[in-house]
């Protein structure tokens, strides 16, 4: 895998590659790879997701991923900013990121159709593979151009 090529080790599902509704989506672990993703999208006028790592919900908690969107948001109010915590197969994660607003939760434990009925309370959605996304750690780790990534990946994938 290069470092503009998707991530597809999360991303398949029944054998075809999984992208979601409301942009191609982008896993970001801190701010400064959240304000990229969202710059990005912002200069080419397209929707973004930003994707939580995986298992981010029980490490850094639905409260901190859902500032970090709020503060990546904030700089660019026009921008179609959706996101996705990854809370794997813990239910009270899921539960908690619904309460907070969340409109998609990547969750696949136990009672999935249970939590996905309450996430139907909430107008949200469960999403239990994890979908394609650029990883801006690899970016990021490799010393590259964390915007300049994010804008070729979201010219890659059609919205």
């Not at 908690?61 to 990854?86: C, N, Q, Y």
Request: negative net charge.
């Amino acid at each position: 895998m290069g470092l503009l090529e998707p991530d597809v080790r999360h991303g398949r599902g029944h054998g075809e590659t999984r992208l979601i509704p409301g942009g191609p989506a982008i896993t970001v672990t801190s701010p400064a790879q959240a304000a990229a993703a969202v710059s990005a999208a912002a200069a080419l006028e397209r929707p973004v997701t930003l994707l939580s790592a995986l298992d981010a919900a029980g490490y850094a908690g639905p409260g901190w991923f859902a500032a970090l969107v709020d503060v990546a948001r904030a700089d660019h109010p026009d921008t179609e900013v959706d996101s996705i915590l990854d809370c794997g197969d813990a239910a009270g994660y899921a539960l908690a990121a619904l309460r907070l607003g969340f409109k998609a939760v990547r969750y696949d434990g136990p009672a999935t159709e249970r939590v996905a009925k309450i996430a139907e309370h909430y107008n949200a959605r469960i999403i239990p593979d994890r979908p394609v996304s650029l990883d801006l750690d690899e970016i990021e780790t490799s010393g590259g151009d964390m915007k300049a990534a994010c804008a070729h990946w979201l010219q890659t994938y059609p919205v």
